[in-house]
């Protein structure tokens, strides 16, 4: 990749955007302007302002240091389930890709009847069905990732099974799984980098919803969909409180999802 | 004829593939269903008696297919948390849902077929560009942000309807169509901005056909050319899309229902889920993978009578 | 200028049709001018890519996406047709003027049954009922030969395209060429998709369709054996413009211009299909690449200096012959007799 500024629109604004949401969740481990959880009864429902930035919800916690530790949360639930599908997804994929026949067919099936499924439900099976604890949500949100990685992995592999460095590496005696993983994974990098920056908007996404239905990240732990689900009873007075951290899983989930069409174009891909 | 009895077999099997997976997941996974649900300090009578309702004492095999055959018998266990029959809650709440899915599905028809064949006449317009971009936001919404955002709207600036205050459909039928009109537009417009795009590329394609020269050289006016030629041809791949379309409604559903307090089935589901109330969440995702797979076999089919051009029937 | 071309159905004057492309704006057809009689059957001949089909499409404006007509006028019936709204223009496309393209295939909507599309013809312009739509379709289906024993007429409107075989489809685009009766047909390569058996028999389509509607026919082609057979003028094009013109018995028999010559050289028989031009080295320079002069000096055995530097007149070479050469002679040129 070229050192400098990006030409491409999309990837100087995906990543300006992306940047400003990691610098945030950082930035939330050492510093924020307030308490997240301490209350003020006295400025509820406050507007952007001084010395409040973002305004403060209905207990009169400060909005801005809320928002910036759901950066945090988001993004760290977010990143392990788009590891999580990719890790399975490569797992799956590859030897589906590099084997075919039966081990193909078995593992498509599976993934197909995977895909079938509405995302949502089978998140919800998950949340149900697991021991609960502070990041389920993890485990139930990255089983839906993994068919989408499946696939990206099982295509690239096709692509390279057959190709020269594949080949040599078989004549010099690599073992399959060598191969698969030594030679063909550092080709395919392109594809599933652009694939899991864009699953990372997808996983704030989802990660929000369930977190709005109140199966996320449990409280006290801020989240954006909690922080949304809290703020919506006093919609009438105060629709603010609901309305920044909406604002902020769509700019987040925009930066993303720019990111990634960035970095597909920039990739060739 | 051999090709649905063919689609049909492909239906059962999907269908056991989803009772066993969910089965599974409800039966295998948890470890001991009774100590999640009474917790581990549960007197031991209470425990006997909910193990023997739960089917506990059976062995798994046998226990799938008693939950199996009850099932296609219309019993559906009866409700941890309502110690009612499952059958009655659900009963009461799907028409409901069925309701708010079925107007979404219209809605979304009704805005993105226009929205797409006007985008594929304007395509590089400055219009065609302005509508591409808001289709684009509204998909980073996420959907019950946009709920919220019309509860606001609607609800609260505009009065159209009164948040929360839910009309029963056998109440005031007029009114209940009015409430749901607005959890409708939240469901229907993210779906109508992917069933715009797809529209448009596929009307783009179809307009550069030589059956569009053909028309176009009869005399035809370009809106005779794009809704009598066009859009026939272009909405083909975009019912295939519709399968997709009706799971996505389904699953937003399940949140709208939340965010405007919509008593259907999928408010059920995640007040059920919280109490771990599994006989009824178990019943609720075997109705909800029913419908979903129904509606894509719905799809499949309709895909066969529109399009002359397959044979099989 | 109307009352002295009476005669004439359509008269395009010096042409030209530009493409634009990303590096700038290129001519594919230039100071193209041809007359087409009433009830006349005109050819107009060349290589793929000497803009034929462009010319074709330009008179009824249907130029695809990147052409635009640059220059020049094309006078229908008397009237400038790019002096008409879109309204006048529309009713003059398929009421008045036919078009038959090359591939049948694609060219019908897969969707829709024949029947119906060839009502859609009359729907437009004559303004007739239901019923008598149906009648019209059906009369106009068996005048293009569509039936066959085990085939009727009304059979045939309840079929798809895809259940019918090139040959047939191609009759179907005639039949909605024809619907209205127009007073020309434009036909774009209409027999080169099709075998050679059923060339012939759409070719006698045509010819008696000439003769029973007096429709003029403006034919495009690269086969010359097939020209030969069905018109009686031809023009030859190569390059954007014309380079020889007259009766075919002129210009086929007695071909003046090198290039006319090359195309008649290498056509050993009658009736060939998709003849490449072997005998003559070189190929048609593409719009942009064309130079000042004579586009087909460069592959001229007997270019001179002046072909380089200028475009050749227009040489009379009698009432039914010109062609456009520095080189054509016009005594020697005189011996021969000229119908």
């Given at each position: 990749m070229k050192t400098g500024i990006p030409h491409d629109r999309d990837l100087r604004a995906g990543l300006t955007i992306v940047a400003l949401v990691a610098f945030s969740a950082l930035a939330s481990l050492v510093f924020?302007?307030?308490?997240?959880?301490a209350m003020d009864a006295a400025h509820?429902?406050?507007?952007?302002?001084?010395?409040?930035l973002l305004g403060t919800d209905n207990f009169g916690r400060d909005i801005l240091s809320r928002l910036a530790v759901g950066a945090r949360f988001s993004l760290i639930v977010s990143l392990s389930t788009v590891t999580i599908g990719t890790v399975f997804g490569v797992l799956l994929g590859m030897p589906a890709g590099y084997f075919g026949g039966v081990v193909d067919e078995v593992i498509m099936r599976l993934v197909d009847a995977l895909t079938s499924f509405p995302g949502i439900l089978l998140a919800l099976v998950a949340v149900t069905v697991l021991?609960?604890?502070?990041?389920t949500i993890v485990a139930a949100l990255g089983v839906l990732f993994v068919p989408s990685f499946t696939r990206i992995a099982r295509s690239g592999t096709l692509q390279f099974k057959d190709s020269e460095f594949a080949a040599s590496a078989r004549a010099f005696g690599a073992s399959s799984f060598r191969v698969m993983f030594v030679h063909i994974l550092p080709n395919i990098y392109p594809q599933l980098l652009s694939a899991i920056v864009v699953g990372l908007s997808n996983a704030i996404l989802a990660e929000s919803g369930m977190s709005y239905l109140?199966?996320?990240?449990?409280?006290?732990?801020?989240s954006w969909g909690r922080m949304l689900a809290e703020a919506q009873a006093f919609l009438f007075n105060a629709p603010w409180g609901a309305i920044a951290p909406g604002l902020a899983i769509m700019i987040a989930v925009l930066g993303f999802n720019r990111l990634g069409e960035g970095l597909r174009k920039e990739l060739g891909l | 004829m051999r090709y649905l009895v063919r689609r049909l077999l492909t239906l059962v099997l999907t269908l056991l593939l989803v009772s066993l997976l969910t089965f599974g997941a409800f039966n295998v996974i948890p470890g001991d269903p009774v100590s999640l649900i009474l917790?581990?300090?549960?007197?031991a009578d209470r425990v006997a008696v909910l193990r023997s309702h739960l089917g506990l004492d059976m062995r798994p095999g046998q226990r799938y297919l008693s939950w199996l055959s009850g099932f296609a018998r219309g019993d559906f266990g009866t409700s941890?948390?309502?110690?009612?029959?499952v059958r009655g809650l659900i009963a009461a709440r799907l028409p409901v849902t069925l309701f708010l899915a079925l107007l979404s599905l219209v809605l979304t028809a009704a805005v993105s077929i226009p929205l797409g064949v006007y985008c594929a006449r304007k395509h590089g317009s400055i219009q065609d560009r302005a509508i591409g971009a808001t289709m684009m936001a509204v998909l980073s919404m996420p959907n019950f942000f946009l709920g919220v955002v019309f509860v606001w709207l609607?609800?609260?600036?505009?009065?159209l309807f009164t948040p929360g205050g839910y009309v029963d459909y056998q109440a005031d039928f007029p009114r209940f169509i009015g409430y749901i009109l607005f959890p409708a537009l939240a469901i229907a417009l993210p779906n109508s901005a992917v069933v715009v795009k797809f529209l448009r590329g596929s009307a783009i394609g179809e307009l550069r056909s030589d059956y569009v020269r053909t028309a176009r050289a009869k005399g035809a006016s370009e809106d005779r050319v794009l809704y009598g030629h066009v859009l026939k041809n272009a909405i083909i791949p975009v019912i295939a899309l519709f399968g997709m379309i009706v799971a996505e409604i389904f699953s937003g559903s399940i949140i709208i229902e939340q965010v405007f307090s919509i008593p259907g089935v999928g408010r059920l589901l995640i007040s059920s889920i919280t109490s771990r109330d599994f006989p009824l969440v178990e019943t609720l995702v075997m109705y909800i993978a029913l419908i979903v797979v129904l509606a894509n076999l719905a799809v499949d089919i309709a895909i066969q009578f529109i399009d002359p051009r397959i044979k099989v029937r | 200028m109307s009352q002295v071309l009476s005669d004439t159905i359509l008269r395009i004057l010096d042409l030209r049709l530009s493409i634009r492309r990303r590096d700038g704006l290129f001519h594919a057809v230039e100071g193209l001018s041809l007359r087409v009689g009433r009830g006349e059957i005109l050819g107009l001949v060349g290589e793929s890519g000497c803009g034929k089909s462009l010319t074709a499409l330009s008179v009824p404006a249907?130029?695809?996406?990147?052409?635009?007509?640059?220059g020049g006028k094309i006078i229908f019936d008397g009237r400038d047709?790019?002096?008409?709204g879109t309204d006048e223009l529309r009713s003059i496309r398929g009421g008045r003027i036919g078009m038959v393209f090359q591939e049948p295939m694609t060219s019908l909507?897969?969707?829709?049954?024949i029947g119906e599309q060839i009502e859609e013809s009359f729907e437009l312009h004559?303004?007739?009922?239901r019923a008598q739509r149906r009648e019209a379709c059906v009369d106009i289906i068996g005048k293009v030969g569509i039936p066959k024993p085990g085939l009727s007429a009304e059979e045939a409107a309840n079929y798809?395209?895809?259940?019918?075989?090139g040959g047939l489809r191609q009759r179907v685009m005639i039949a909605i060429a024809l619907a209205c009766k127009p007073q020309l047909i434009i036909a774009d390569?209409?027999?080169?998709?099709?075998?050679v058996t059923i060339q012939a028999q759409i070719l006698d389509l045509l010819r008696s369709i000439n003769a029973d509607y007096g429709c003029a026919i403006l034919f495009i082609s690269h086969d010359l054996g097939v020209v030969n057979e069905l018109c009686d003028r031809v023009a030859v094009m190569y390059a954007g413009r014309i380079v020889e013109e007259g009766s075919v018995s002129n210009v086929l028999i007695h071909p003046v211009h090198e290039y006319t010559k090359g195309l008649m050289g290498?056509?050993?028989?009658?009736?060939?299909?998709?003849?490449?031009?072997?005998?003559?080295?070189g190929r048609v320079p593409p719009p942009g690449q064309?130079?000042?002069?004579?586009?087909?000096a460069p592959r001229c055995?007997?270019?001179?200096n002046e072909c380089f530097l200028a475009l050749p007149p227009k040489v009379e070479l009698g009432p039914n012959h010109a062609v456009w050469c520095f080189l054509a002679d016009v005594e020697s040129e005189m011996e021969y007799v000229r119908i």
């Open positions: 924020t302007p307030f308490d997240p959880n509820r429902f406050a507007l952007p302002g001084w010395p409040h021991p609960s604890g502070r990041y109140g199966l996320g990240i449990q409280p006290p732990a801020p | 917790g581990t300090e549960a007197r941890i948390k309502y110690s009612t029959p609607f609800g609260l600036v505009l009065k | 249907l130029l695809p996406d990147g052409v635009e007509r640059s047709l790019f002096e008409l909507n897969p969707l829709q049954r004559c303004g007739l009922t798809y395209p895809h259940q019918l075989s390569e209409p027999t080169t998709a099709l075998d290498s056509l050993p028989g009658r009736a060939r299909k998709g003849q490449r031009l072997a005998s003559i080295p064309r130079g000042s002069g004579c586009a087909f055995a007997r270019a001179q």
